[in-house]
């Protein structure tokens, strides 16, 4: 059984735990069936079953041995990381699920539970629920290392996580599952034909360079998985403001995702030739940096005109694409931290989705929602591939107008796209604070695509 710091096969004596929505708790009678000192608790600090209410009972020791807990409306899959965040160190075993099922509950207590500690000299001690030993329960406590694992590197800073930190991290994935790992760096990839990755990434600090990994049995359908690896993005020679740079340690968060997936592949052992494929650059200004109005070549053959060099993913992932392509994969997922649009459409919590298989948008959809975990299908409306016209190139990089930006860029990148099913997610790969959540890195749609992954494969 893999290891989790707040999730455990079993424990001695843990305190119960009783979960309940705002709807679900009513008046007193509903907890008749609780211990008679919890009930008067509950009276006496006013629980009425809401997002991140709880009542804690001890013994005479101080030890807890009940726990009420609020889930609010009960449509947050997650809303139990508001009790996770704050309860101490102590071992819990769910008592009454609120209607919730348990991988639900222990996504939600995972990620509440979790802190980036990397930086800090106190470490994290988080609560510890009970999932069983199971293999149900192994499945939880392995969806809870990949996603942990998503969120340590969007945010650790690009001084860490460079890069040949983001070839490090996958090549220890390629060991420790017995997967194949090919890199090329920096000219070669000039030699190899990835142009915009070198265009993109030569102005940076480290070598801009492509990973490849390959596992599984070439006899199974194919699976592969692209995810924008950029490091940092200053938004090149179109600067980005302070404000928009703050954050963009995360422009590598649709790698992490990438990777996290991939995890899950592997560490399930699902009956799939998977094809990992990262393009890594930082986006940085030099004397030679790519420059608007430059026009570059790209693997696909297509000619691209620079309009805004703050519009660099989609550069790097089109030359992903395109060599995954070549490869006829049965299922091409990319994810992409590609544009604030984005966020104007769907804000934080959902993940836009891209597809033209009616299919494959249903299995996401369903995914989502077993999951717990919201996605929403986006359109590629085909003529909207009108604002990507370049007087002298094949396409222009970023539409002008600020319109539909986010079906624009997926547009953009399904230009380079020569598979049976593709799939493009757009995501932040980062949230503020909620339910008593850290602020940070985040997954983003990740739970759903698994289910849909493993409904389809397993």
């Known amino acids: 059984m893999p290891h989790h710091s707040a999730l455990i096969t079993s424990a001695d004596a843990p305190a119960k735990l009783y979960l309940f929505s705002s709807d679900d708790w009513g008046d007193d009678q ?3 069936d609780l211990a008679t000192p919890l009930a008067a608790l509950a ?60 991988a639900h509950i222990a996504a939600g207590w995972a990620d509440g539970a979790y802190r980036f500690d990397r930086y800090l000299s106190e470490k994290a001690d988080p609560p510890r629920l ?37 070839q490090g991290t996958i090549s220890d994935l390629a060991e420790r599952h017995g997967a194949m790992l090919q890199t090329v760096i920096g000219d070669a990839l000039l030699e190899q034909n990835y142009p915009m990755v070198h265009a993109v990434g030569r102005a940076g600090p480290e070598a801009p360079r492509i990973m490849e990994l390959s596992w599984g049995d070439a ?9 924008k690896g ?33 995890e899950l592949v592997m560490g399930a052992n699902l009956p799939v030739h998977l094809k990992l494929y990262i393009p890594a650059v930082e986006n940085a200004i030099a004397g030679n940096a790519f420059r608007p109005g430059d026009v570059l070549s790209s693997r696909k053959g297509l000619s691209v005109e620079i309009d805004n060099t703050d519009a660099e993913g989609r550069l790097i992932l089109g030359d992903a694409l395109t060599r995954a392509s070549e490869e006829d994969p049965e299922l091409l997922i990319d994810f992409a931290t590609l544009t604030g649009a984005a966020r104007v459409a769907l804000g934080p919590e959902l993940a836009p989705f891209y597809t033209d298989d009616d299919k494959l948008a249903l299995d996401i959809s369903n995914g989502a929602l077993e999951s717990g975990d919201p996605a929403w299908r986006m359109p590629l409306w085909a003529p909207y591939k009108s604002m990507l016209k370049s ?8 539409a002008s107008g600020g319109m539909a930006g986010s079906i624009t860029a997926a547009i953009f990148l399904k230009q380079f796209v020569d598979a049976k099913s593709w ?11 909620k ?15 698994w289910a849909a992954i493993q409904a389809r494969y397993s």
């Open 391 to 398: 007087p002298i190139a094949d396409l222009v990089n970023s």
């Open 30 to 32: 509903k907890i008749l």
């Open 130 to 166: 009970v999932v069983g030993e199971d293999a149900a329960g192994e499945a939880m406590v392995t969806e809870a290392i990949a996603v942990d694992r998503l969120r340590d590197l969007v945010n650790t800073p690009a001084e860490d996580m460079g890069p040949p930190e983001i």
């Open 435 to 449: 339910y008593g959540r850290p602020a940070g890195g985040a997954a983003c749609g990740l739970r759903a695509v």
């Open 423 to 433: 799939v493009h997610l757009d995501v932040w790969a980062w949230r503020e604070s």
């Open 43 to 102: 009276k006496a600090n006013g629980f009425k079953g809401g997002a991140g209410q709880f009542v804690v009972r001890a013994d005479e020791d101080g030890q807890i041995v009940d726990v009420l807990g609020g889930l609010g409306s009960g449509t947050d899959g997650l809303a139990v990381a508001a009790l996770s965040s704050k309860l101490p160190a102590a071992d819990f075993e769910i008592a009454r699920d609120g209607g919730y099922p348990l």
């Open 219 to 227: 006899k199974h359908p194919q699976v592969a998985i692209v995810g």
């Open 230 to 262: 950029v490091a940092f993005d200053t938004g090149g020679l179109n600067l980005k403001t302070g404000n928009y740079m703050r954050l963009m340690k995360k422009d590598m968060g649709g790698a992490a995702h990438a990777i996290a997936l991939a």
